[in-house]
């Protein structure tokens, strides 16, 4: 459950101000699968930022379970990513250097998992998203939906109680974007999650249970 | 996972591992190199050290020599061949002669001195010696009926074993001849550890007794003595007087003072007629710290006598080697700090544009909660790896670099001044060898070696601490660039992660 209170986020540069997110009232009740439109430059990121615990607000508040993020130290906003939090980036961002499966075992590390259950925890995960038979394949050696997928199972595998998706399909094309919403969507039936989508499509957005529009770093509709 | 991520990172960015790792492998090369090399020299040194001051003597006295009034003991040697030298046979004449001189650089005074100098406050033991050179000419001449002009043929001495010349100039036959020389040094056999005989060792045979006084005996240098075929038994012309060889003896002084054979000083003063005369007199002094005020009564009483203590003719010595020293250390610690900085920003500058091109895999990491620490960890890590294989390349280069050295043997000239010579009349240069820079010449001249000047052979060695400082750079490099690359990695915004353009 996140309630946000008259969040405020500006960005400096050189002399410049922008306002990205002016002063937002927001709460979503776990479990919402949200979808959030909007212009380019509208604060879509920003406000997903302060969602995922990445920055915190200049003003206002974001509690998460009660816990207001705005105020607390960068360990605990840390703590809070590794074990609360699941992130689908737009660009996949996944480490060319390592396999699938190590890929989804960086999201373990932190929480200190042991090397064996690890193991066995992300290869469980990339079963769940359908790649069980490329575990050993490095980013390079996948589609890009494919690469979608191990970023899903790497936000999926500890088991968060929030997922947040900047774009998870906009470097997709058609077929394959519905293929990760629909993934997307099935393991938010199954799971439970809170989850954030941030998208320019109308189709991703058509299926979410609450839409949001973000202008100018304020929220309308 | 860190060492997966490590080894696969440093797999993918081969070259800037690569870079980083040749340099610091460089630097660290040239450290152990350096070092070697000044440790080497710094040997030499310790041995030339030894080698001065392993002989009995604390002060020699000397003469400058005078003008020469006639042409007798100057440097030019002359030879008399009047019309009744040698025996006629064929239209030429053989002839053999020989002349006994003090050697170049050595000037003949009255023995009175070692008395005078014996009377000197705080001297333990004096002791004359006579520096001479042998120089025989052997061979043939066309029969001239009438003398050449002024009837004297010069020549330079040291010159080389001998020489033909084919024909004379009115066509009376040729002329085939030689010269020998050697250094013949007249010793005080009544006090054996005071003076040249103090820097040697009988190899063979026995060494010169007080009872051989006015013997016609000779001990020969063990080198002059393979040169020159020489044994215990055999004989050899001094001064046209055959003298029995009762030893041979090594020098072991390495700077060179010492004369191919070694007479009874009272022997040697009448072969050269030279009687009661020396070129040298040795001085023992009671005690060490006496031996300035020893020179200064010396020279007080021996107005005319050049007074040279073995501090000096030491420091003329080490000096030499010292500033040959200085020089190598100071031009490879400069080279070796410019590698080494250069190295040390090289692997700075390459980390952190490193990191910096990852600075959306760093910012992914962060989102999904790893925290700052694991983050430097991998990243210094990584450069520390980095290092590592630089130090190893380093010490393997650094020893192959040592082994080379090793291999040319670069030689540094000590000039033969040893406790024995005096102040050498024109110096010499010495040799310097294998192109290594600090093998300056220097003047030198010792009385009884008035060409020789010892190579000491640079060895540079390995020394554990070498290798351990050498790895310590390479290891400080790799922190110094970890340390920056982390800083810069710690210093990323988790937001970075949604920076989305690669
Ligand atoms: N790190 C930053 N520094 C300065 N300005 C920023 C930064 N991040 C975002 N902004 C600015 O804040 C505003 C909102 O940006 P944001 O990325 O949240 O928009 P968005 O809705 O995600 O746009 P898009 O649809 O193009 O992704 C923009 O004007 C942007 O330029
Ligand atoms: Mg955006």
Excluded: C
């Excluded at chain 1, 974001?62 to 906003?77: C, Q, Y």
């Excluded at chain 2, 040749?22 to 000044?38: C, N, P, Q």
Aim: hydrophobic content about 45%.
């Amino acid at each position: 459950m996140y309630e946000l209170s008259g969040v405020t986020k500006t960005y400096r540069k050189g002399s410049s101000r922008v306002t990205a997110v002016a002063g937002i009232d927001l709460t979503i009740p776990d479990g919402q699968l949200v979808a959030i439109q909007g212009p380019t430059g509208g604060g879509k990121s920003t406000l997903l930022q302060l969602l995922g615990a990445l920055e915190r607000p200049d003003s206002g508040a974001v509690r998460l379970a009660g816990d207001d993020l705005a105020k607390a130290s960068d360990g605990r906003l840390g703590r809070v990513r590794a074990e609360t939090i699941g992130f689908v980036f737009q660009g996949f961002n996944l480490i060319p250097t390592l396999t699938a499966r190590e890929n989804v075992e960086t999201a373990l590390v932190p929480l200190g998992v042991p090397t064996q259950e690890r193991r066995s925890r992300a290869e469980a995960a990339l079963a769940q998203v359908g790649l069980a038979d490329r575990a050993e394949h490095h980013p390079s050696e996948l589609s890009g939906g494919q690469q979608q997928r191990v970023a899903i199972a790497r936000a999926l595998v500890k088991e968060p109680s929030v997922l947040l998706a900047d774009e998870p399909t906009g470097n997709l094309d058609e077929g394959t974007r519905d293929e990760i919403i629909g993934l997307l969507e099935g393991l938010w039936r199954e799971r439970g999650l809170t989850v954030v989508i941030v998208t320019h499509d109308s189709a991703v957005a058509a299926r979410a249970e609450r839409r949001l529009t973000l202008k100018d770093g304020r929220v309308s509709g | 996972m860190f060492a997966t991520y490590l080894g696969r990172e440093l797999g993918k960015r081969r070259r800037q591992t690569a870079i980083i790792a040749i340099g610091l492998a460089l630097a660290v090369a040239l450290v152990m190199i350096v070092s070697a090399i000044a440790a080497g020299v710094r040997d030499a040194q310790t041995k030339a050290l030894e080698a001065v001051y392993g002989v009995g003597t604390d002060i020699t006295v000397t003469q400058a020599a005078a003008a020469p009034t006639d042409g007798d003991g100057g440097p030019r040697m002359q030879f008399d061949f009047g019309a009744d030298a040698g025996t006629s046979a064929d239209g030429s004449r053989e002839i053999a002669t020989t002349r006994l001189t003090p050697a170049i650089g050595s000037t003949a005074f009255d023995a009175d001195a070692i008395r005078t100098a014996a009377g000197v406050d705080g001297v333990a033991a004096a002791a004359g010696g006579l520096t001479l050179q042998n120089l025989s000419f052997s061979g043939q001449l066309p029969d001239i009926q009438q003398r050449p002009e002024g009837g004297e043929q010069g020549f330079a001495p040291g010159q080389g074993p001998g020489f033909d010349v084919g024909g004379g100039a009115d066509g009376s036959g040729g002329s085939s001849f030689g010269i020998e020389s050697f250094t013949v040094g007249g010793v005080d056999v009544a006090q054996p550890t005071v003076g040249p005989l103090a820097s040697t060792t009988v190899t063979d045979g026995r060494a010169l007794e007080a009872s051989d006084a006015g013997a016609e005996v000779a001990v020969v240098d063990a080198d002059y003595a393979t040169t020159a075929d020489l044994a215990v038994g055999d004989t050899i012309e001094v001064g046209g007087t055959p003298l029995t060889i009762v030893g041979i003896a090594a020098s072991t002084s390495t700077s060179g003072a010492g004369a191919d054979a070694y007479i009874p000083l009272d022997t040697a003063q009448a072969l050269a007629g030279l009687d009661d005369q020396v070129t040298t007199v040795y001085v023992q002094a009671s005690s060490a710290s006496l031996i300035d005020a020893i020179a200064t009564g010396l020279k007080a009483a021996l107005p005319d006598a050049t007074v040279n203590t073995q501090a000096e003719l030491a420091s003329t010595v080490s000096g030499s080697l010292a500033s040959a020293s200085s020089l190598i250390t100071s031009l490879g610690t400069w080279l070796s700090a410019i590698v080494l900085a250069a190295a040390f920003i090289t692997a700075i500058l390459f980390t952190v544009s490193g990191v910096t091109r990852r600075t959306r895999e760093f910012g992914t990491l962060k989102a999904i909660g790893w925290r700052n620490s694991r983050i430097v960890g991998q990243v210094a890590g990584e450069s520390l790896v980095t290092g590592l294989i630089g130090a190893v390349a380093g010490v393997v280069l650094g020893i192959v670099g040592i082994v080379v050295v090793n291999a040319i043997s670069p030689t540094i000239a000590v000039g033969g001044q040893a406790a024995v010579g005096q102040q050498g009349q024109g110096g010499f240069p010495g040799g310097g060898g294998g192109g290594f820079p600090g093998g300056g010449g220097f003047p030198g001249g010792g009385s009884f070696a008035a060409a020789s000047s010892s190579d000491v052979v640079l060895s540079a060695s390995i020394t554990p601490t070498v290798v351990l400082v050498a790895v310590g750079l390479a290891l400080l490099g790799a922190v110094l660039a970890g340390v920056f690359g982390g800083w810069r990695a710690a210093s990323l915004r988790p937001a970075a992660a949604l920076r989305t353009v690669e």
